[in-house]
């Protein structure tokens, strides 16, 4: 086995043990990403110089004798929606496109104090807005296990990066399922953290109420080594807040019969539906949950993302940030112009369907009855947590899609989101973990806990990573 395939922490130990450099390390990476990156298409800007200086300061400090930090010197990739000072930050926008960060997020700041080593950022969909890369304003992001196919999204750079071992480990952010469904894509595994456990200050916001930050990993126990750096209240995010997990020692699993029902592709229902009777062969108790408002799902999540991201938006309007279209006749045609040319298709018809659920008289009927039933689906889950540890489910109902094959037919781009969303919907924490193959492809299952779960997340994570049908 090469560097490039370790995880996080046989690659720091390899770093602290002195068997090699960081800087090796790192030099190793750049030379991978360039000749893969032709192919794979995953990094909107590399960072090279900055990687190298990042890794020889790690290197001098272990020189020195000084204890580094368990991800010292193990590079990593970083979604193009959360800002590092001084580096391009383009939320995958035309509008962006030459926008310079002018702090760190707090995840950024907070992976600088542990040494982290940057290789670049990583493509996504315009503002986070899609679930296969495609709708990057500037290019189309391969699956590295199946070339012709899309790697999932939005975060499907990062996810990209990581299955392609050009990065050990990388940052997304999921709204609605953008880092489950491309770790889940792509073969790696990936954590939607409870809603307010990480930090969003500095990710560029597509709808706050539901945007978290979290890693994508080639291994659970990586997936948690990250967590626990990124994770805690903040006092720029009134939204975050630190707490202890829950305890409780049984194991009951608890099985979503609505999620087996239509739409899911025949081999991945007999897949996860043989995987979760492995488990109960094991010792967990299997029962079927119910989540009634589930039909409800993919149209409150929509209204909601909608409305919140077309206000959100609004502050890109060509005077305070990015793109600026210099042929505007006077101000509004500059606003007009400006956002008209800068924002990508499904950017505009979001803005414009969130527009249109606040406007006065129908704001009662779509927004604000969105959020009720919004708030009904959070009580399915509190319901279905009294009774047991985990909600086990498939992560997307369908294999990735071949690039180009839904870019006609938004909503059938939503539909695919189908399994991601009620999580979101509710806030709770749910990480996605590849356990079969179909072909070269890659299914996963994501294990849905309670508030604050996370740990018991990551222990179940491992049992599933140890019972996969695969090596
Ligand atoms: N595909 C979903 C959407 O387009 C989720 C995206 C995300 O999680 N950022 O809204």
Aim: proline share 4%; net charge neutral.
């Amino acid at each position: 086995m090469g560097i490039i395939d370790l995880t996080i922490k046989e690659l720091n130990q390899k770093i602290r043990g002195k068997e090699i450099k960081a800087v090796t390390v790192a030099e190793e990476f750049l030379e991978v990403i360039k000749k893969k990156e032709k192919n794979i298409k995953a990094f909107l800007e590399i960072t090279p110089d900055l990687a190298l200086e990042q890794a020889k300061k790690v290197d001098e400090k272990i020189e020195k004798g000084e204890e580094v930090s368990e991800i010292a010197g193990v590079p990593m990739a970083c979604k193009d929606n959360i800002l590092f000072e001084g580096k391009k930050c383009t939320a995958g926008s035309k509008i962006l496109e030459n926008y310079i960060a002018k702090y760190d997020a707090t995840v950024i700041k907070k992976l600088k104090e542990k040494n982290f080593v940057l290789l670049g950022k990583t493509n996504m969909d315009e503002f986070a807005m899609g679930s296969s890369t495609e709708n990057s304003a500037f290019q189309i992001t391969k699956n590295p296990l199946d070339l012709k196919r899309v790697p999932g999204g939005s975060s499907g750079g990062s996810a990209a990066a990581v299955s392609a071992n050009e990065s050990v480990y990388a940052l997304g952010s999921d709204t609605g399922g953008s880092i489950r469904q491309p770790a889940a894509f792509c073969g790696v595994v990936g954590l939607k953290p409870t809603y307010g456990s990480v930090s969003r200050f500095g990710l560029i916001a597509y709808a706050p109420s539901f945007d978290q930050i979290g890693p994508i990993t080639k291994t659970v126990e990586d997936s948690k080594i990250i967590y626990d750096i990124i994770k805690g209240r903040d006092d720029f995010d009134s939204t975050s807040f630190s707490k202890k997990e829950n305890k409780k020692e049984k194991k009951t699993i608890g099985v979503p019969k609505e999620f087996f029902e239509k739409g899911i592709d025949k081999e991945i229902k007999e897949k996860t539906l043989g995987f979760i009777n492995k488990l109960s062969e094991q010792g967990y108790s299997i029962k079927e949950v119910s989540l009634p408002n589930m039909e409800y799902a993919l149209s409150v999540y929509y209204i909601i993302v909608c409305s919140e991201a077309s206000s959100n938006l609004a502050r890109f309007d060509g005077i305070r940030y990015g793109f600026s279209e210099k042929k505007a006749k006077n101000l509004k045609d500059t606003y007009l112009k400006t956002r008209g040319i800068g924002f990508g298709e499904e950017v505009r018809r979001r803005i414009l369907l969130g527009t249109y659920a606040l406007s006065a008289g129908y704001y009662d009927a779509y927004y604000l009855r969105a959020q009720k039933i919004r708030n009904l689906i959070k009580k399915d889950f509190e319901e279905i947590f009294k009774d047991v540890d985990f909600i086990l489910a498939p992560v997307s109902p369908i294999l990735p899609f071949k690039i180009g094959e839904k870019t006609d037919d938004p909503l059938s781009m939503y539909l695919a989101d189908i399994y991601t969303i009620p999580v979101n919907l509710a806030g709770v924490p749910a990480l996605s973990v590849p356990f079969s193959k179909i072909g070269k492809l890659s299914i996963s299952v994501q294990i849905i806990g309670n508030y604050f779960d996370e740990e018991k997340l990551f222990e179940f994570g491992k049992i599933i990573e140890n019972l996969r049908d695969y090596d």
